[in-house]
């Protein structure tokens, strides 16, 4: 008779030996924040107005290139007339390339001599890792926040950041940045809610826009990918609204449907692991989130559901070890929410 305990016990050692040394390091990585940080940040990040039917709109832009300012296109989708500034100098914005779904519009600023910043994969991120967010909230001054990375959602061929940078409406279009500078997401939209979760997509989004065609600026129609009724959403942002409103019979419908649909997604397990073990149905949940550690072993979020699973089965042997990895890969708790600003 296969002794089960045994067989999980086994199971979760194999997948926490795929965990790799150097990752480790990226979840306690050490700020260098100085002058020169904030210089580089305040420098490529740019202001957008965009006037329309008698308001002023506003928003924030990054500097990604030569005469280019990457930017909501929430931002600038009713103007017809977009301008980049900075500081008392203005830009004229004179061609765009849109991508109304991704909400990611490519500014053409003639004349634009700022630096481009530069960009990081976020494939190379994880839950813990420091974030930064500067723009320009409600077009006013510059703004600065301190966050972390706390979650990534695989979508559209990258990764959808969640973080604890906060920003407000203003602050759409603006760069959320890592430890060196680098661009890692343009902040977007925030979920309502207990959760206050903000978001930002993806800074490797800009290679496919970037092969779009010009088009002549003018008012863009469509909505974007989290403005979009809630059964045409990604599917993590249906899921955590059905968590948020604690409709577990939808969220659990969801994700039995999102892993056949999505079955190397770790996010599909991890969330389909989530909902079965907030039903009580642990061990169908351990198994799930067996899967999710497989295919991403140092996700935080995936060790802490792990966690809380063995824990309410009485599982010691299994939790003492996952505890240790969490530690290690998320040594400021981010994942449990011990962390969200400066820590």
């Known amino acids: 008779m296969v002794n089960r305990s ?15 040394l150097f990752s480790y390091a990226d979840g306690s990585e050490e700020p260098k924040l100085s002058s020169e940080f904030y210089a580089k940040l305040s420098v490529s990040v740019v202001k957008i107005l965009a006037p329309a039917d008698g308001k002023l709109y506003a928003g924030s832009g990054v500097v990604v290139g030569k005469e280019e300012v990457l930017t909501n296109c929430h931002v600038v989708r009713r103007s017809d007339r977009i301008t980049v500034m900075k500081g008392a100098l203005r830009y004229p914005v004179d061609s765009q390339k849109v991508d109304i ?22 494939a190379e991120l994880q ?14 001054d510059a703004f600065f926040t301190e966050g972390r990375v706390s979650g990534l959602h695989p979508y559209e061929d990258s990764l959808v950041i969640k973080t604890t940078a906060g920003f407000s409406s203003g602050g759409s279009g603006g760069g959320l940045f890592d430890s060196e500078g680098r661009l890692i997401g343009i902040t977007t939209f925030f979920s309502a809610g207990h959760t206050g979760s903000y978001y930002a997509l993806p800074s490797d989004w800009l290679h496919n826009l970037r092969k779009r065609s010009v088009e ?3 008012q863009i129609s469509g909505l974007t990918l989290w403005e979009k009724d ?23 419908l969801l994700t039995s449907t999102w892993t056949e649909i999505e079955p190397l997604n770790f996010d599909s ?15 169908e949940a351990r198994t799930a989130v067996e899967k999710a550690l497989g295919f991403n072993p140092r996700d935080a979020n995936v060790l802490l559901t792990m966690t809380k699973i063995l824990k309410r089965t009485g599982d010691s042997l299994n939790l003492k070890k996952v505890r240790e990895t969490l530690e290690l890969v998320d040594p400021q708790g981010v994942a449990e929410g011990k962390c969200n600003m400066a820590c």
């Open 127 to 140: 839950v813990g890792n420091y974030a930064y967010f500067y723009g320009y909230p409600g077009g006013a």
């Open 6 to 20: 045994l067989v999980n016990s086994i199971i979760i050692l194999k997948l926490l030996l795929l965990l790799p």
């Open 216 to 218: 002549e600026v003018s």
């Open 269 to 283: 397990w991890l969330s389909h692991g989530k909902v079965l073990h907030a039903l009580g149905r642990n061990e």
């Open 230 to 252: 809630l059964g045409e959403q990604p599917i993590f942002l249906q899921f955590s609204q059905y968590m948020e409103d604690g409709n577990l019979k939808a969220a659990l």
């Open 101 to 122: 779904f991704k909400d990611l519009c490519l500014l053409s600023a003639p004349g634009l001599i700022l630096p481009a910043v530069e960009l990081r994969d976020p």
